[in-house]
T-cell receptor
Framework: DSGVTQTPKHLITATGQRVTLRCSPRSGDLSVYWYQQSLDQGLQFLIQYYNGEERAKGNILERFSAQQFPDLHSELNLSSLELGDSALYFC?????????????FGPGTRLTVL | GQNIDQPTEMTATEGAIVQINCTYQTSGFNGLFWYQQHAGEAPTFLSYNVLDGLEEKGRFSSFLSRSKGYSYLLLKELQMKDSASYLCAVRDQNAGNMLTFGGGTRLMVKP
């Protein structure tokens, strides 16, 4: 158990819908990262937040957005869902923003878009 | 950009030793990580190398050669539970120190 929690574990929804995935980092960690893992793409970095502020963006679609709240939990919002958005979404956390720390991953949310 | 290559699949026998290679090309190398991931589960941290040489942690060791853009993960005394995917990830300081993951190597351990 990494100490990172994610909810829900599974999510099934239809195309065109919007969902919110939630992540709580390890105690003491200020940085949160979101990743998408699909069968054909491997683990892809989406976005990073540090202490409430966006720090870095990776391959994140405009239909996706995220935020980090004062209590440091983070939410990833996925809208206008498409079949290709079906994937495992992982959240990871690390202590600081300088990105030289080890990232610890949560258990993931499996999103299925029908 | 970055290019990270690992074999897609490997098979080994319980009790044996296996070496999983990773080659990378990056402009601002700032560390290499190995993660283990069982199917449908979270990646779990195994090792970190930023300087050349071998890092040993129990049955697992990781080696780095920065001049060759090469790393390997060595697993000794293989156990059935070691059947998993092994992900190589590189940090690039010219890309905001973000981690870029390779496609992973699926290791199957047979009795």
């Amino acid at each position: 158990d990494s100490g990172v929690t994610q909810t829900p574990k599974h999510l099934i929804t239809a195309t065109g819908q919007r969902v919110t995935l939630r992540c709580s980092p390890r105690s003491g960690d200020l940085s949160v990262y979101w990743y998408q893992q699909s069968l054909d793409q491997g683990l892809q970095f989406l976005i990073q937040y540090y202490n409430g502020e966006e720090r870095a963006k990776g391959n994140i679609l405009e239909r996706f957005s995220a935020q980090q709240f004062p209590d440091l939990h983070s939410e990833l919002n996925l809208s206008s869902l498409e079949l290709g958005d079906s994937a495992l979404y992982f959240c990871a956390s690390s202590v600081s923003e300088i990105n030289t720390d080890t990232q610890y991953f949560g258990p993931g949310t499996r999103l299925t878009v029908l | 950009g970055q290019n990270i290559d690992q074999p897609t699949e490997m098979t080994a026998t319980e009790g044996a030793i296996v070496q999983i290679n990773c080659t990378y090309q990056t402009s601002g190398f700032n560390g290499l990580f190995w993660y283990q991931q069982h199917a449908g589960e979270a990646p779990t941290f195994l090792s970190y190398n930023v300087l050349d040489g071998l890092e040993e942690k129990g049955r697992f060791s990781s080696f780095l050669s920065r001049s060759k853009g090469y790393s390997y993960l060595l697993l000794k005394e293989l156990q059935m539970k070691d059947s998993a995917s092994y992900l190589c990830a590189v940090r690039d300081q010219n890309a905001g120190n973000m981690l870029t993951f390779g496609g992973g190597t699926r290791l199957m351990v047979k009795p």
